[in-house]
């Protein structure tokens, strides 16, 4: 009894004293293991004159019970402590001002080219990309595009084989929706994609630059619907008051071709700089889809027709934001790319 008495006392000291929970699990090892020595009184129980077992065994029992307790309660309250000391350990100051994320802005070419998709999407029409490297056959066989043209000149295209280059218009899309839609499919798309050609930059010229092409086929397709829909993107690009005009032109790929003019943005068609006192800019390149073409991607040309036109995104994000330099495009000069909003 009085070793138990002993032990009590020496136990309770050691808990009270020790600082940590793996200090404390250490002792909980070492009194009530199965080697500590609350196991070996119960094994000396058996050395015991029989009268006296239940008496200490009962003592021995509470011995352990108390000290079991005694173990959780501190096991409870130095969790406690350490994690209020964890706490003052990984304190943040929230007082300090945060850094504030620098946040990139959408390029204007894709404004511009959201804006059209936007326009053309709401009139029914579809968004289809291509290739930026196309047959020779797509480029300009089947846009009726001779072997001897000028525009297949190697001086002009960027070839990486005879047969395949770097496409320099968005009309090579063109040619391949009309193959996929032949013989009998109605055609709505407008598609937007980077085109390359062998030019030296300049103000006005780049080697790589973007268009949207737009292709319409159906049974009753006229240079009306044409107009009535280059006028209706004009307005929502550059304001109500904006009028249209065609003026003849050639393209290999339509017939009629016009060319597009819209009337002056900045003065209104008095005339001025921008429209060098014309009164009306040149915006694109148009016409009713050549027989030719329509022939050789599988559609029938008695009964099918339809426009296209090639808009150049630089040229409306210049006209737009009247911006002086296509090269200001490329540079991403921050202090040019910045001065456009991010949702516009
Ligand atoms: N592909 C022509 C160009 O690059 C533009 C165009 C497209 C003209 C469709 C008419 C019809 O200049």
Redesign the pocket.
Known sequence: MNKLEQLRQEAVEKITEVKNLNGLNDLRVLYLGKKGPVQELMKAMKDLPKEEKPAFGQKVNELKKELSQFIEERKEALAKLEMEAKIEKEKIDITLPGRVPELGTMHPLNLVRQELEDLFIGLGYQVIEGDDIVDDLYCFERANIPKDHPARDMQDSLYINPERLLRT???AI?MVVLEQSAPDKAIKVVCPGKVYRRDDDDATHSHQFM?M?GLVIGEHVTLADLKGTLEFAAKKLFGDERKVRFRPSF?P??EP?VEVDVSCHICGGKGCPTCKGTGWIEV????EVHPNVLKMAGYDPEKWNGF???IGIERMAMLKYGIDDIRHFYTNDKRFTSTFKRFE
């Open positions: 218009h968005t009309t063109q268009q092409e393209f790929f339509t071709s694109l390149g148009a016409g296209a036109f090639g």
